[in-house]
């Protein structure tokens, strides 16, 4: 347990880095772009993904679970990293190639900014944190990149001034994705051989990466393709509230992807060892702590959102307001989502369900991104992302409720809903009326937590839970 405490450190650690960047960067690039060049940079930036989760095909999930499988068998462990790297190759060559072809006969608009994007697509043929998650040396991946990210904060600051500036902004971005994935060649001669494999081998990786590219790219149907039908259907401006909007959510999931990232070989491991009980186990307390974050946060979120946009954004984001607010419904569903996907649908190889939960997302997102974005703008596609994020919890729970506790969890997590409810009260109150400032900010934040907090503590040590859990670890 305690190596997935120490990982799982490494990875929030990291995480909290990347939030903070993100708090730090996002109203200094917000102010400095504005609504318009953000909007360019996020649709070229949508474009260049689906082109890189093209090139990567599943292997990020099928990588990771097939090298935790393998990893103390280290002939197995050779042959397994060398033959689904030769096939990642393949992959980003002909993804590399098609973007070519995009460039040059398709695009017309923001040409050049495409072209640097260019730059995180090719980031795609060295990725291979898999390989590392899959050994779980969490620490070296995330220390490495910890220090790139600081980094292109640095490169932000120094070189982008004014709106003139969108292609060195897109250039620092692509850049240190690219910077992130080369920094970790060095170590791989340290942990494992590389060979050249057959064809049989490489061909052996094809279907189920094929499998797992299905929800890789339905998922980015209902993260990206938003972006791309907004830019299309809509403005640039409303692409950038919409970007600002959701980049607010990687604060909680953050710290879920975190933990999902860690148990995910983990998990994989125990059910290679048959070790169902302790893997139960883990689902059920990853499952408790998601449960309170998601709550913490979506009203959280939602009760400070006037004050956060504005003082973060400024005015001219205003608009995000009701977004933000809007999309801090869909953080309990993917936190719960989260957790059944990595620590029971991929260990366990049940990746048809994760397949068709996530197509059905896709399809729900599309047609009403069609139906609503003429309407309603960047809020349509709000609506549309909410509805894709419940089918896939929905399909994904109705679909494993035989082998989860679903019941147990939602009897002892529903007091978190209240909890979160009755923050929600006492932050708007305080923010009811008063002009927004840092200061103000400040003490909705402080006074949220403590609120919110200082509730779980009663409810732990009134229940007895805190007493059992503090004698478990004297014990220990």
């Known amino acids: 347990m305690s190596s ?25 690039i917000a102010r400095v772009l504005g609504p318009d060049k953000s909007g360019i940079y996020s649709y070229t930036y949508s474009v260049a993904n689906f082109f890189l989760l093209a090139a990567m095909l599943g292997v990020n999930n099928y990588g990771n679970r097939s090298i935790a499988l393998i990893r103390d068998d280290k002939e197995k462990l050779s042959k397994t990293f060398s033959s689904i790297y030769v096939l990642q190759l393949l992959t980003s ?13 398709i695009i017309d608009a923001n040409r050049t900014v495409a072209l640097v994007q260019g730059v995180y697509l090719m980031s795609a043929a060295f990725d291979i944190n898999w390989f590392f998650f899959g050994l779980e040396k969490f620490k070296l991946t995330v220390t490495r990149n910890m220090v790139i990210r600081i980094l292109s904060l640095v490169g932000i600051f120094v070189f982008v001034k004014d709106q003139s500036d969108l292609i060195l902004y897109t250039f620092v971005m692509a850049g240190s994705q690219l910077l992130s994935t080369l920094a970790l060649w060095p170590y791989v001669r340290k942990l494992t051989k590389i060979r050249r494999p057959t064809w049989a081998e490489v061909a ?23 972006k791309i039908m907004l830019g299309i259907m809509s403005t640039d401006a409303q692409v950038g509230y919409y970007e600002y909007s959701e980049r607010i959510l990687q604060i909680p999931m953050a710290i879920i992807n975190a933990l999902g990232m ?16 302790l893997s139960r186990k883990y689902i059920a307390n990853s ?56 620590q029971y649908l991929l260990p366990n190889s049940q990746d048809m369900i994760y397949v068709v939960s996530v197509i059905a997302g896709a399809v729900v997102n599309v047609i009403l991104n069609a139906i609503l974005i003429i309407r309603y703008d960047a809020m349509g596609a709000v609506i549309a992302t909410i509805f894709a994020e419940y089918t896939v919890m929905l399909i994904q729970t109705f679909k494993t409720r035989k082998e989860l506790e679903f019941g147990n969890y939602l ?15 006492a932050v708007s109150f305080i923010g009811n009326g008063r002009k927004a400032s840092v200061l103000l900010l400040l003490i909705e934040l402080a006074a949220g937590g403590v609120v919110y907090c200082g509730l779980s503590v009663v ?6 839970q805190m007493k059992k859990y503090l004698k478990k670890k004297i014990k220990t």
């Not at 990786?205 to 339905?218: C, D, R, S, W, Y």
């Not at 860690?262 to 009980?277: A, D, Y």
Request: include cysteine; proline fraction near 4%; charged fraction near 10%.
């Open 4 to 28: 997935i405490k120490k990982n799982f450190s490494y990875n929030l650690v990291y995480q909290i880095l990347n939030l903070v960047i993100l708090l730090v960067t996002s109203p200094y």
């Open 93 to 105: 060559a002909i993804s590399v190639t098609a973007y070519v072809i995009y460039l040059v006969w």
């Open 204 to 226: 052996h990786h094809i279907k189920p990466n094929l499998v797992l590219f299905i929800p890789v790219l339905a998922i980015s149907i209902y993260n990206v393709m938003d």
């Open 262 to 277: 860690v148990m995910l070989p983990r998990m994989s491991n125990l059910v290679q060892k048959g070790e169902k009980e």
């Open 287 to 342: 499952m408790y702590f998601t449960i309170w974050i998601s709550m913490a946060t979506t009203f959280g979120l939602a009760a400070i959102a006037p004050v956060f946009t504005v003082v973060f954004y400024g005015k001219q984001y205003t608009a995000c307001i009701a977004l933000i607010t809007a999309l801090t419904v869909m953080i309990p569903c993917k936190a719960w989502a989260n957790v059944v996907r990595t």
């Open 411 to 425: 009897k002892k997590g529903w007091i978190y809903v209240v909890f979160g409810i009755i923050m929600y009260i």
């Open 459 to 464: 409810y732990l040590l009134v229940t007895g």
